[in-house]
């Protein structure tokens, strides 16, 4: 085992060099850009970009034949500076070589936008999105296992199609929706206030108490977390019950029985370390799941400003140093947690050897 992880964790920088690679190819045929959105706001009389290119007078020459959008009538001398501003005066296999070199070292640079460094970005947002990715994954499977292996074991029973029908409801509805009917019901919408309905914490949480900062926490998290629950737990319990539905058939589940073995020690000794495998491979992208893509439109709803909400952002407003910040910060967090799950197959079924497999 010891040589199959130091063989994935050499593996690691091959593949986000690869994702890099991959990315930065698409984002220079990409329509739009930094220098395009800037040109466009600059174009509008938008004051704050205004301020941002001050220095460059209207009365220089106008850029002729340019190869920006929107750069029509805008000084020849204020898209040279900038491009310079930008990184876009350099090549772009010189660009892509510094990017390399600078997030070995985990430098990510600065936002184009924002006075701050894309560390200090991602470290302020990251707290939000890890209490959403992680209350919710942890609830998630706290609900779907036994929820998956008691449909399973009541397979055709009045509580399996009841339970299915619940299933088939949450995930057929999108979060999103969800989470509007519950702002609509419990966070001062239409009916009930039960809830607040922006931010993890509210504006005296430093005054409070610890029970008290403990109390509010999760008296803010609660409608986000669960509308994530609602929107993921429905396919790991399916998946749950057919992996468990599928190993209950099997001939080494007959024999154990006639061995005279009670119903729970042939459920959790022998079948559930066998139909557990499945549902544990699945656990890296759920996380990352709840920690991205899951909460990106929980974060927009509820206000929270989270990682999702950040890479969203960048992406409208062609943020490049921060889209790429945060896709290799997720790339490798998914990667590690893969390295993770397989570490904890061997653990539940020592029969398993990655060592024997071509990596």
Known sequence: MRRYIIKRLALIPITLLGILALNFIIVQFAPGGPVEYVLAKYRGMNTETTGMISGSG??????????YKGASGVPEDL?????????????????????VKDYASFDFGKSFYRDKTVAQLIWERMPVSISLGLWSTLIIYLIAIPLGIRKAVYDGSKFDVTTSFVVVIGS???VFLFAVFLIVFFAGGTY?????????TSDNWNDLSFGAKIGDYFWHITLPVFSMVVGGFASL???????????????????ARAKGLSQNRVLYGHIFRNAMLVVIAGFP???????????????????????GLLGYEAIMTRDYPVIFGTMYIFALIGLVLKLISDITYCLIDPRIDFEARQV
Do not use: C
């Open 58 to 67: 209207a009365a220089r020459m106008e850029s002729g034949g340019s190869r």
């Open 79 to 99: 898209v040279k500076e900038l491009e310079k501003q930008f990184g876009f005066d350099k090549p772009a296999y010189i660009r892509f070589i510094k990017m």
């Open 172 to 174: 057929a509805i999108p």
């Open 192 to 200: 009930l206030s039960w809830f607040p309905l922006h931010g993890l």
């Open 237 to 255: 319990t399916m998946l749950t019950k057919n992996s468990f539905l599928d190993e209950i058939n099997k001939p080494y589940v007959l024999t």
């Open 285 to 307: 992208s759920l996380l990352i799941k709840m920690l991205f893509t899951g909460s990106l439109l929980i974060e927009v709803i509820f206000s929270l400003n989270g990682i």
